[in-house]
């Protein structure tokens, strides 16, 4: 027979959960061992969520259509139901589309796959920001790692 883990529910007392389904997870800083090295890292950059990438495009995106982009789009490997979740986050969020790549298919095919087996984390996607126009890529800004230095909404800016 395989172990059961029983939690303790005392008559009268109301189940307490800090987490339910539909929610999103907290962000917070974790610490984890790589090639015997202490590493911290914030929860949230493990799955690929920019908490500084999206909203520099969202407070910009004004400025982004007053300079000429038609669309802005967001691209995370996630299923849509995450996305459209992530998407309500933000609130107003009107002028950025979010879109899934729930198999990193599309990922992939730019080239931009971010192999985190090792870590449990399956591929996901590097951080990048491009510029596209008639289908034929103009800027493309490609982080390495976790970095957040050249991809936000500032640096497509100067590229247009």
Sequence with gaps: MAPIALIPFQ???KEKHKIAVGDLIPDGTLSYFDDDQ????NVYSFFGIGLKHVPTFLEKSEELKSKGVEEILLISVNDPFVMKEWRKSYGDA?????????SASYTRALGLELDLSNKGLGVRSRRFAMLVDNLKVVAANIEEGGEFTISGADEILKAL
């Design 11 to 13: 008559k009268g007392e």
């Design 38 to 41: 202490d590493q911290m890292q």
């Design 94 to 102: 009107k002028n950025v589309k979010f879109l899934a790549d729930g």
